[in-house]
């Protein structure tokens, strides 16, 4: 009986778990979004799509306290009490600008505990004419090497990585870390 109450226990806790992945997923999509939106009106009118970095900055944190009650604190986001997750998630930006979309970027991440680190950025110099294609790997605390889905870049784009590093639902389980990013091309 004790077997299937813990059998039980674990399911719920990864069922949650996954669910808090989707929520951060949206939450980090629709701030990045709308970080997206900050581009540099004078180079536009020249034919220059180029990003306003602190403008988008600003708008991805005032985006992430509306939808998610997430308030920045350096590096993470801190959760207040009614946040999906619990604990805080780590977040990085990297812009993309209009000369390296179309090509293929590697870009290497460590979590060291309270943020994200650029471990190494490597841009192909040969040119894909349908736009290049952006590979994430977060190399956790543990030394586990977490590799994202591959994103096709179809313009200049903001990148948002974010790594959450949860508490379990119960103490005797193991707790959930997962990385999570928005690739989203700049609006204009």
């Known amino acids: 009986?004790?077997?299937?109450?813990?059998?039980?226990?674990v399911v719920v806790d990864t069922d949650l778990a996954l669910q808090k992945k989707q929520e951060v997923?949206?939450?980090?999509e629709l701030a990045n979004h709308d970080a997206t939106w900050a581009i540099d009106?004078?180079?536009?009118?020249?034919g220059i799509i180029d990003l306003v970095e602190t403008e988008a900055i600003s708008r991805f944190d005032r985006r992430m306290e509306q939808n998610g009650r997430y308030r920045r604190q350096g590096a993470v986001f801190i959760p207040a009490q009614k946040s999906v997750t619990t604990d805080q998630i780590a977040i990085l930006?990297?812009?993309?600008?209009?000369?390296?979309?179309?090509?293929?970027?590697?870009?290497?991440?460590?979590?060291?505990?309270?943020?994200?680190?650029?471990?190494?950025v490597a841009i192909d110099s040969q040119v894909q004419p349908s736009g290049g294609v952006l590979q994430i790997t977060v190399t956790t605390e543990s030394a586990e090497r977490l590799t994202l889905a591959p994103k096709?870049?179809?313009g200049p784009s903001l990148?948002?990585?974010?790594?959450v590093?949860?508490?379990p639902l119960?103490?005797?389980?193991?707790g959930h870390s997962f990385p999570v990013v928005s690739v989203e091309e700049l609006k204009w």
């Open 41 to 46: 009106q004078a180079l536009k009118t020249e």
């Open 159 to 163: 990148v948002a990585v974010g790594y």
């Open 1 to 9: 009986m004790l077997f299937f109450l813990l059998l039980g226990l």
């Open 93 to 120: 930006h990297y812009y993309i600008d209009f000369t390296q979309w179309r090509k293929n970027t590697q870009l290497s991440l460590t979590y060291r505990g309270d943020k994200l680190v650029v471990d190494n």
């Open 152 to 154: 096709r870049m179809i």
């Open 165 to 167: 590093d949860e508490q």
């Open 25 to 28: 997923k949206t939450l980090l």
């Open 170 to 174: 119960f103490q005797l389980l193991p």
